[in-house]
């Protein structure tokens, strides 16, 4: 299947290799081009609504300049209430009517206040507005403020906005005396706004009042509604009767905003003297225009790399096949076991002919380290039947059953950190008359088989020499004198300690060479240490005579020996079992028999550890006074 084949693998690391590069980089490009459109269409907008809102403000200038040249040909300024217009009302609205055609006016009409303070419609090009009452708002406070105005009005939603231009009449006493006022029409504000466009982007040009109302737009998509103008931190929302526009980044006067799933950027500025704002707004697509046509090149250069990279990796592919199969049978035909195949170099191989070689010389490296391989298997399988016979011979020297005597229960263990240990214990009743115990623990150095033969040398002496004698200072002195022969030239050497206990006086007398103490857990709970200060057996001759140390056994006693391996326990944080967490469990035995004792000791010791191995041999010896 070609998903799995050469040609797919090839085909996809040339992708990621060649294609995706360039394919990041012309998107990057088109990233650009994007951007620097969009940059440049903004300034387009702004440029447009800049030089639009100067010749809309001359609009509205010419228009209110105008309105006061009517004023002034009417003589309404200084007009006398005897020759208030209404007075023939007909005949005026004619007039009216004929000067705002001529004007280019929707509308003219003035107002004047009557006795009540309220502006009312005292001649009109359209007689149906005469007498009526215009309501007080700020666009006729603004141009009482300012003399000339325009704004514009928004009714009803149903209502055709207005837009207002006014200028006010004074008597001679510069008093307001009336308000000379014209609607001009929106579609001849937009015909002066598009009549002179000539734009790379279609814009739609809109006019907005100071209560944020659209009043009228030359865009056939948007309808007249409200603006909201939002702070850049705020949520975006849709309203179907409101338009929200956010600020665009740091560009002045510049927003964005959607209408009908479309975004829209749009530039406002106000129109002086008026309170009209001009947005000029366009939609995004009509901004951007140079990513659409790159992106269609964008996609044909993609196009045109997929094809030419596969076109490439089959030939490539074709080209190094031979080689390639001479190797997968070469590989096969090994992992079947016919090890006498060879690869042989193909002048179309290239760098397959160097891994064919290196198969080949990993071939035989494989067929010499399989010997080697069953070799050393040979000889592990040696050596562990030699371990296994010196295990055997280990467990049987030591004590198969513990000597019984009157009142002392005896327990012993002994657990090698390998398969065989440099540990050994020994218990035995010297004379069936006296009724005297033996007891000997031993800890050679190291670990293994060296360390074993040792120990058993070392018992063999220490049992020859106890036969002999009642002191074990002597013992233990002729002993070290007697192995320091074997060991002088090897560096080895063991601790040891050794003690003869009486079981009808209950006396334990007891010498100690370098072994930690014995443990001594008095009936009351109290702990005592036994050792002596001598050196390891092995390491220098004793030639001053040493002192054995005897001590009383009461009822309920127990004696405690161990090696290192239970003190020096380390478990995961590197944390040693130590004497004290020893001479604390042995504290907390009371009434237990030895073998419980044992049991609970292991059990604290593997607990201790959890997880971590054991680092060395392990040997306990427990004796209790009954």
Same mark, same amino acid.
């Given at each position: ?40 269409g903004i300034e387009q907008l702004q440029e447009i609504a800049y030089g639009r809102t100067p010749m809309l403000h001359h609009h509205f200038t010419n228009a209110q300049k105008q309105l006061a040249s009517i004023a002034i040909a009417l003589n309404l300024n200084h007009m006398a209430p005897s020759k208030d217009p209404q007075n023939n009302s007909q005949e005026t609205s004619e007039l009216y009517s004929s000067i705002a055609n001529e004007a280019g006016f929707k509308n003219i009409f003035l107002m004047k ?54 200028t006010t009449l004074r008597d001679k006493s510069n008093q307001v005396v009336g308000i000379f006022v014209a609607t001009l029409p929106i579609t001849t504000i937009f015909d002066h706004l598009l009549q002179t466009q000539q734009l790379g982007h279609k814009v739609s040009f809109s006019l907005i009042n100071d209560q944020n109302i659209l009043l009228a737009t030359s865009s056939s998509k948007i309808t007249p509604n409200i603006i909201q103008i939002v702070t850049p931190t705020a949520s975006k929302t849709t ?195 006296? #009724? %005297?115990?033996?007891?000997? !623990?031993?800890?050679?150095?190291? /670990? &293994?088989?060296?360390?074993? *033969? =040792? ?87 004793? #030639? %001053?005579?040493?002192?054995? !140390?005897?001590?009383?056994?009461? /009822? &309920?006693?127990?004696?405690? *020996? =161990? ?64």
């Amino acid at each position: 299947m070609f998903y799995r084949s050469l040609a797919a693998r090839m085909f996809i690391v040339s992708f990621l290799v060649l294609c995706l590069p360039l394919i990041l980089f012309f998107a990057i490009l088109l990233r650009i081009d994007y951007h620097e459109d969009l940059v440049h269409g903004i300034e387009q907008l702004q440029e447009i609504a800049y030089g639009r809102t100067p010749m809309l403000h001359h609009h509205f200038t010419n228009a209110q300049k105008q309105l006061a040249s009517i004023a002034i040909a009417l003589n309404l300024n200084h007009m006398a209430p005897s020759k208030d217009p209404q007075n023939n009302s007909q005949e005026t609205s004619e007039l009216y009517s004929s000067i705002a055609n001529e004007a280019g006016f929707k509308n003219i009409f003035l107002m004047k206040p009557n006795e009540q303070n309220q502006w009312k419609i005292v001649a009109s090009s359209d007689s149906s507005l005469i007498n009526k009452n215009m309501t007080w708002n700020k666009g006729w406070q603004k141009v009482l403020e300012y003399k000339n105005f325009s704004f514009g009005e928004q009714k009803g939603k149903t209502d055709t906005p207005i837009i207002y231009t006014a200028t006010t009449l004074r008597d001679k006493s510069n008093q307001v005396v009336g308000i000379f006022v014209a609607t001009l029409p929106i579609t001849t504000i937009f015909d002066h706004l598009l009549q002179t466009q000539q734009l790379g982007h279609k814009v739609s040009f809109s006019l907005i009042n100071d209560q944020n109302i659209l009043l009228a737009t030359s865009s056939s998509k948007i309808t007249p509604n409200i603006i909201q103008i939002v702070t850049p931190t705020a949520s975006k929302t849709t309203n179907a009767q409101v338009f929200y526009l956010y600020p665009f980044r740091n560009y002045l006067n510049t927003y964005e905003w959607q209408y009908q799933a479309e975004d829209h950027f749009a530039v406002i500025l106000p129109l002086e003297q008026t309170d009209l704002f001009l947005m000029v707004s366009s939609d995004k697509t009509e901004l951007i225009l140079t990513p659409r046509h790159s992106l269609y090149i964008f996609a044909a250069i993609c196009l045109f790399i997929v094809i030419f990279g596969v076109m490439v990796t089959l030939w490539v592919t074709k080209r190094l096949s031979e080689p390639l199969n001479q190797l997968n049978r070469v590989i096969s035909d090994v992992s079947q076991g016919q090890y006498s195949t060879r690869f042989y170099s193909d002048k179309r191989g290239y760098e397959i002919n160097d891994v064919g070689i290196g198969l080949n010389h990993m071939i035989e490296a494989l067929l010499k380290q399989v010997e080697t391989t069953n070799t050393e298997k040979l000889q592990k399988e040696t050596l562990a039947n030699q371990l296994n016979i010196g295990r055997s011979i280990q467990l049987s020297i030591l004590p198969q059953e513990m000597p019984q005597l009157p009142q002392v229960d005896l327990a012993a263990i002994a657990l090698p950190a390998q398969d065989v240990g440099g540990d050994f214990y020994d218990l035995f009743i010297k004379d069936d008359i006296n #009724k %005297t115990l033996v007891l000997s !623990i031993a800890d050679a150095a190291g /670990k &293994g088989i060296s360390a074993c *033969l =040792y120990s058993l040398c070392l018992r063999s002496m220490l049992r020859s020499y106890a036969m002999e004698s009642d002191d074990v200072a002597a013992i233990m002195q002729k002993t070290n004198n007697l192995f320091i022969r074997d060991t002088e030239q090897t560096s080895m050497f063991v601790t040891a300690f050794s003690a003869f206990y009486d079981s009808q006086s209950g006396l334990l007398s007891f010498f100690s060479c370098g072994h930690p103490p014995g443990l001594l857990r008095r009936s009351n709970g109290d702990i005592v240490q036994l050792g002596t200060s001598a050196m390891a057996l092995g390491v220098m001759d004793f #030639k %001053t005579p040493k002192e054995q !140390i005897t001590i009383h056994l009461e /009822k &309920g006693d127990v004696l405690l *020996l =161990y090696t290192d391996g239970i003190t020096e326990s380390l478990n995961a944080k590197n944390e040693l079992f130590g004497e004290e967490r020893l001479s604390q469990f042995l504290k907390e035995q009371s009434n237990v028999d030895s073998k419980t004792i044992i049991n609970n000791l292991i059990k604290a010791v593997k607990d201790f550890i959890k997880e971590a191995p054991q680092h060395d041999d392990i040997t306990l010896v427990v004796m209790r006074r009954l």
